[in-house]
């Protein structure tokens, strides 16, 4: 099996570069056939690198003396910080120095690289941010989460055919279901985006279309891709984490909140923890910015060494299953 070589921007996010050296070294350690390139300041790198044992040939450094700021215009850093980890990552998958890059970086850096250096697949109009998000029963993909705040039918249309290749080919989903956001069940509902996208995921006769769905539909299981524009995608998504922060927050004081209540929790503690992992979303990697010519992951900027690991290991699932070859042919653009 050829090898996945991962460009990984260790000074992207709110915790670089600890927790990103961290998470390269974990993932170089749970698969063998993983080149983590570390780009970044190599004095910094080198110096977390010396905290942990790993494979010596499983990581490698590529210095970069530049760093994206959060606040930066991403068009202006893109053009003038050249020398950045999160555009010398880019350039590295543009040249096919890399299969796949991850950054915990600047998001408009990422989309604007994205679509300038790495550049989009002929034939997708716009890609999409497509996060994993857990369900009750797994997980689903929302589609768009925060790259296309202003989509059209036709885009939503290439975003609920691209997810379906990734459901069926990475999380082994046959035939997965499709369901649109919206404000009610009936075909009539919502704006004009999704009254005009609803016929056209009805007529594409290569997804599984089940209708509209509602916001409290996606925790229950309802579809297995949701599809949806930027702006409802990034409100979800925003909204299930802040959720599960205040649950996790409430579950944790009520265990400690008298003497019989911690005496239960001691006794669940194994079997309580193993079921909320399943809706912690930094276990299910970051969000691939799909139809690009090569991959790109955008984890959360707060994400520690968990998430990215498991989106390293992401990177190497999409190139096994040779995904942009699958959105081609799903999207008759041979």
């Given at each position: 099996m050829p090898q996945t070589v991962v460009a990984l921007d260790c000074m992207g996010g709110d915790y670089a570069p600890q927790e990103i050296v961290k998470g390269a070294v974990a993932a170089a350690q749970e698969n063998k056939n993983i080149l983590v390139k570390l780009v970044g300041k190599e004095d910094l790198i080198l110096e977390e690198l010396s905290k942990y044992e790993y494979p010596a040939d499983a990581l490698e450094i590529v210095n970069a003396t530049e760093v994206i700021d959060m606040a930066e215009p991403p068009a202006v850093a893109i053009r003038e910080k050249t020398d950045s980890s999160l555009v010398k990552c880019q350039y590295m998958v543009k040249h096919g120095e890399a299969d796949a890059m991850v950054s915990a970086g600047s998001t408009g850096a990422n989309l604007v690289g994205g679509h300038v250096i790495i550049g989009r697949l002929k034939g997708v109009g716009r890609p999409p941010l497509a996060p994993l998000i857990p369900t009750i029963n797994g997980v689903a993909l929302l589609i768009d989460c925060g790259a296309n705040v202003d989509a059209r039918p036709a885009h939503l249309l290439q975003f609920a055919k691209m997810g379906?290749?990734?459901?069926?080919?990475?999380?082994?989903?046959?035939?997965?279901?499709?369901?649109?956001?919206?404000?009610?069940?009936?075909?009539?509902?919502?704006?004009?985006?999704?009254?005009?996208?609803?016929?056209?995921?009805?007529?594409?006769?290569?997804?599984?279309?089940?209708?509209n769905i509602e916001a409290r539909d996606i925790p229950a299981g309802a579809a297995d891709v949701v599809v949806c524009d930027a702006f409802v995608g990034n409100v979800i998504l925003k909204t299930y984490e802040g959720v599960a922060d205040a649950l996790m927050t409430k579950v944790k004081g009520g265990l400690k909140s008298s003497l019989k209540s911690k005496i239960g929790g001691l006794l669940i503690k194994k079997s309580l923890k193993e079921t909320l992992k399943g809706f912690q979303i930094e276990e299910y990697g970051g969000a691939p910015l799909l139809g690009l010519k090569g991959l790109l992951v955008k984890t959360h900027g707060n994400s520690k060494a968990v998430e990215i690991k498991n989106s390293i290991l992401q990177c190497a699932s999409f190139k096994e299953m040779d995904l942009n070859t699958k959105f081609m042919e799903k999207l008759n653009l041979k």
């Open positions: 379906s290749v990734y459901m069926e080919n990475i999380m082994g989903i046959k035939n997965p279901r499709v369901g649109l956001v919206n404000i009610g069940s009936e075909e009539e509902k919502g704006n004009a985006l999704t009254k005009e996208t609803f016929p056209l995921l009805q007529e594409a006769e290569d997804i599984n279309f089940i209708g």
